[in-house]
């Protein structure tokens, strides 16, 4: 079986990463008033992980 090559892998939480593609897409859909759910749904993501990524501005 063939080993995963972790090293070409995107992070979500990564403190050494350029932000996720994703957390600009869901800064301005939250600054809209659109709610941490839909937009976690929308992204296929937990709102955990939204709200994490969003700090205080959620």
Known sequence: MAQADWSTT???HSSRSAPAPWLA????????????SAIAKALGISRA??????????
Request: charged content about 25%; hydrophobic content about 35%; aromatic content about 4%.
């Open 49 to 58: 992980t939204l709200y994490r990524h969003l700090g205080g501005s959620a």
């Open 10 to 12: 995107s992070r979500v």
């Open 25 to 36: 897409v869901a800064r301005a859909r939250h600054a809209k008033g659109e709610s941490v």
